[in-house]
């Protein structure tokens, strides 16, 4: 069942290319698409398994992609090492938080995530000397592979294919590992999962650490990609559009998180003729999903298409 | 230097205060309905944007700041009625979702009503600063903090004094046994609303002839107002005062002693701090999980 649905899903991205050649919304926004779904799916373990809140993912986002930036440019490191560079000190940071901060709950832990999101950022427009302030950093060489260089789209579009199919690849064998279950049961009840035996601190901590790092990769891709990277990226803006992506595709859900990067994507692609009605969409979205499909669009619509499906066949035997 | 200090302490007092106003907001309909309504930053420049609109339309300036507060309250029962009432019992990370929702829509709006720009509401009274022991002071600061302690005093003599305030109070103590009692907890989580919505305008308005308003101008301050109520330990009115007045003066302090582009780092910094070691807030109660 696993492997069908990512071989499904691995055909659909490699489809995509093949039938629709130097297509804009294949290669540019497929890229991007790519790219939110390793965030979202990363995000989705944390929000969606573990029923832990984080409105500042944006801020380990942006670490792999200063990372990335300034080891490159400034310091003319291999990329791959800057990469792996950055997926450290993200996940270091990212382990020395997560003790403190996830001992918080609900409320507590929104307004924790936040503010790091929000001193991450601060420290992105203001330590100039490193990061170039708010104007950014151009000039970041493209990706190289041991000597296979990624410049142009329908290269990028292959290596993030296959960067996001291995990060659903990975959460669902995260999901279903021991860790997973255990995750699960935090979120079901933290206190009932002590009580059962599980280190839950160690569980959370070492969801905090992953979706981290699933984050500073995409970080360091996008920075590449981009061949820039300015503080506006990675806002507590963008923290809250991945929380939208993971609710609108359903929380606890691998292929609906992917599911929601891609519709969002698509969608802000297609708002981009209407800019100014961008914000009223996306909140009321927000709000409609949470209100009447709490397990989101596409949990929720395939529920519901299940139902109807049994419904159908129940009625069609006499 | 003392001059110095002295001219940080009442930058900050002043900013404080409205973080005091929005805190307070929050830990009104904490108190009521257990959710932290992301939107609370909204309010406060809908209140400032419309008296812009209506000051623009003619209205004299009192007279807009009234009718501004009054929609802005109407907007937070409707978003009571629309939005948090159809979702009753979700979990806290789904009204956490509803109510950021709300927000982005709320500037989405405003957004198309009246653009991106930036606008500044005229001072109430003048713009002639106030010289004390070497400090510079305007007088709408004066203002500011003049209007904050009357609408704490308010608000807590609400609380205290009125049928209404205990009524809401019990809602928050319990809401099964004051829907028992015969308090209609429905009403009460939309007066809740309402009055909150009304003190972010108000905050808006009171903050809008110092700093500019925007479409955006709320996500910052709802944040403060938000770290306001989470230092003061969320769901107690005065220590959300007292945590925007701590943050307002730490800030300033900070803007002024050590970097100005840093002083939300540090504010937060602060907040965050406060969290890992005292995780129910400065002045929370001390609650021990119910499993």
Same mark, same amino acid.
């Given at each position: 069942?696993?492997?069908?649905?990512?071989?499904?899903?691995?055909?659909?991205?490699?489809?995509?290319?093949?039938?629709?050649?130097?297509?804009?919304?294949?290669?540019?926004?497929?890229?991007?698409?790519?790219?939110?779904?390793?965030?979202?799916?990363?995000?989705?373990?944390?929000?969606?398994?573990?029923?832990?809140?984080?409105?500042?993912?944006?801020?380990?986002?942006?670490?792999?992609?200063?990372?990335?930036?300034?080891?490159?440019?400034?310091?003319?490191?291999?990329?791959?090492?800057?990469?792996?560079?950055?997926?450290?000190?993200?996940?270091?940071?990212?382990?020395?938080?997560?003790?403190?901060?996830?001992?918080?709950?609900?409320?507590?832990?929104?307004?924790?995530?936040?503010?790091?999101?929000?001193?991450?950022?601060?420290?992105?427009?203001?330590?100039?000397?490193?990061?170039?302030?708010?104007?950014?950093?151009?000039?970041?060489?493209?990706?190289?592979?041991?000597?296979?260089?990624?410049?142009?789209?329908?290269?990028?579009?292959?290596?993030?294919?296959?960067?996001?199919?291995?990060?659903?690849?990975?959460?669902?064998?995260?999901?279903?590992?021991?860790?997973?279950?255990?995750?699960?049961?935090?979120?079901?009840?933290?206190?009932?999962?002590?009580?059962?035996?599980?280190?839950?601190?160690?569980?959370?901590?070492?969801?905090?650490?992953?979706?981290?790092?699933?984050?500073?990769?995409?970080?360091?891709?996008?920075?590449?990609?981009?061949?820039?990277?300015?503080?506006?990226?990675?806002?507590?803006?963008?923290?809250?559009?991945?929380?939208?992506?993971?609710?609108?595709?359903?929380?606890?859900?691998?292929?609906?998180?992917?599911?929601?990067?891609?519709?969002?994507?698509?969608?802000?692609?297609?708002?981009?003729?209407?800019?100014?009605?961008?914000?009223?969409?996306?909140?009321?979205?927000?709000?409609?999903?949470?209100?009447?499909?709490?397990?989101?669009?596409?949990?929720?619509?395939?529920?519901?298409?299940?139902?109807?499906?049994?419904?159908?066949?129940?009625?069609?035997?006499? | 230097?003392? #001059?110095?200090?002295?001219?940080?302490?009442?930058?900050?007092?002043?900013?404080? +205060?409205?973080?005091?106003?929005?805190?307070?907001?929050?830990?009104?309909?904490?108190?009521?309905?257990?959710?932290?309504?992301?939107?609370?930053?909204?309010?406060?420049?809908?209140?400032?944007?419309?008296?812009?609109?209506?000051?623009?339309?003619?209205?004299?300036?009192?007279?807009?700041?009234?009718?501004?507060?009054?929609?802005?309250?109407?907007?937070?029962?409707?978003? #009571?009625?629309?939005?948090? #009432?159809?979702?009753?019992?979700?979990?806290?990370?789904?009204?956490?979702?509803?109510?950021?929702?709300?927000?982005?829509?709320?500037?989405?709006?405003?957004?198309?009503?009246?653009?991106?720009?930036?606008?500044?509401?005229?001072?109430?009274?003048?713009?002639?600063?106030?010289?004390?022991?070497?400090?510079?002071?305007?007088?709408?600061?004066?203002?500011?903090?003049?209007?904050?302690?009357?609408?704490?005093?308010?608000?807590?003599?609400?609380?205290?004094?009125?049928?209404?305030?205990?009524?809401?109070?019990?809602? +928050?103590?319990?809401?099964?046994?004051?829907?028992?009692?015969?308090?209609?907890?429905?009403?009460?989580?939309?007066?809740?609303?309402?009055?909150?919505?009304?003190?972010?305008?108000?905050?808006?308005?009171?903050?809008?002839?110092?700093?500019?308003?925007?479409?955006?101008?709320?996500?910052?301050?709802?944040?403060?107002?938000?770290?306001?109520?989470?230092?003061?330990?969320?769901?107690?009115?005065?220590?959300?005062?007292?945590?925007?007045?701590?943050?307002?003066?730490?800030?300033?302090?900070?803007?002024?002693?050590?970097?100005?582009?840093?002083?939300?780092?540090?504010?937060?910094?602060?907040?965050?701090?406060?969290?890992?070691?005292?995780?129910?807030?400065?002045?929370?109660?001390?609650?021990? #999980?119910?499993?």
């Amino acid at each position: 069942m696993r492997l069908a649905g990512l071989s499904t899903f691995a055909t659909g991205i490699a489809l995509l290319p093949v039938l629709f050649p130097d297509n804009y919304f294949v290669t540019v926004v497929g890229v991007s698409a790519g790219l939110h779904i390793i965030l979202v799916v990363g995000l989705n373990l944390l929000m969606g398994y573990a029923g832990q809140i984080s409105l500042g993912h944006a801020a380990f986002f942006g670490m792999g992609a200063y990372a990335s930036a300034i080891l490159t440019t400034r310091y003319a490191w291999p990329s791959l090492l800057a990469m792996a560079a950055g997926l450290l000190v993200a996940g270091l940071i990212a382990w020395l938080l997560a003790r403190p901060i996830l001992r918080l709950r609900g409320h507590y832990l929104a307004m924790a995530t936040l503010g790091f999101g929000i001193i991450v950022h601060v420290v992105m427009v203001q330590a100039t000397d490193w990061t170039g302030g708010p104007d950014g950093m151009a000039g970041i060489p493209s990706l190289n592979l041991l000597g296979w260089e990624v410049d142009s789209d329908q290269r990028w579009y292959g290596v993030v294919a296959v960067a996001a199919l291995l990060a659903i690849w990975l959460s669902l064998n995260i999901v279903d590992s021991r860790i997973g279950r255990a995750l699960r049961a935090v979120r079901g009840s933290e206190f009932a999962a002590r009580m059962m035996g599980i280190d839950t601190t160690r569980a959370k901590t070492q969801v905090f650490v992953v979706s981290a790092l699933f984050a500073a990769f995409a970080g360091s891709l996008f920075a590449h990609q981009q061949a820039f990277v300015s503080p506006d990226s990675f806002s507590l803006l963008v923290s809250v559009e991945l929380v939208i992506m993971v609710v609108l595709g359903g929380m606890a859900s691998t292929f609906g998180a992917a599911c929601g990067a891609i519709a969002l994507t698509l969608l802000n692609e297609g708002l981009v003729v209407f800019e100014d009605y961008e914000m009223l969409i996306h909140g009321a979205l927000l709000m409609v999903v949470m209100i009447f499909l709490p397990q989101g669009l596409f949990v929720g619509l395939s529920q519901g298409g299940r139902r109807l499906w049994t419904l159908l066949a129940s009625t069609a035997k006499p | 230097m003392p #001059e110095q200090l002295l001219q940080f302490l009442a930058t900050g007092v002043t900013v404080g +205060s409205i973080y005091a106003l929005v805190g307070l907001g929050f830990a009104l309909i904490y108190n009521a309905s257990d959710v932290v309504n992301f939107a609370q930053g909204e309010f406060v420049m809908l209140g400032a944007m419309t008296t812009v609109a209506l000051l623009n339309a003619g209205l004299p300036l009192a007279l807009a700041g009234v009718v501004a507060t009054l929609l802005t309250a109407l907007v937070g029962l409707l978003l #009571e009625r629309l939005a948090i #009432e159809p979702a009753a019992g979700a979990s806290v990370v789904s009204t956490i979702i509803i109510t950021i929702g709300a927000a982005i829509f709320l500037r989405g709006v405003v957004l198309l009503l009246w653009g991106k720009g930036f606008h500044v509401l005229p001072p109430f009274t003048g713009d002639t600063p106030i010289q004390f022991w070497g400090a510079t002071l305007l007088p709408q600061s004066l203002w500011v903090l003049g209007i904050t302690a009357l609408l704490v005093a308010l608000v807590r003599a609400f609380f205290n004094r009125t049928l209404l305030g205990k009524a809401l109070l019990a809602c +928050s103590f319990n809401r099964n046994a004051a829907q028992l009692v015969g308090i209609d907890v429905r009403v009460m989580l939309r007066l809740a609303y309402a009055l909150s919505a009304a003190l972010g305008a108000l905050a808006g308005i009171l903050v809008a002839p110092i700093t500019f308003t925007s479409y955006e101008a709320g996500v910052m301050l709802g944040l403060k107002g938000f770290s306001a109520a989470i230092v003061g330990g969320i769901g107690n009115p005065m220590g959300a005062v007292a945590g925007g007045l701590l943050l307002g003066v730490l800030e300033s302090l900070g803007a002024g002693l050590i970097s100005s582009g840093y002083k939300d780092a540090i504010a937060f910094l602060f907040v965050l701090m406060v969290l890992f070691f005292e995780p129910t807030g400065l002045f929370g109660h001390k609650t021990a #999980e119910r499993v």
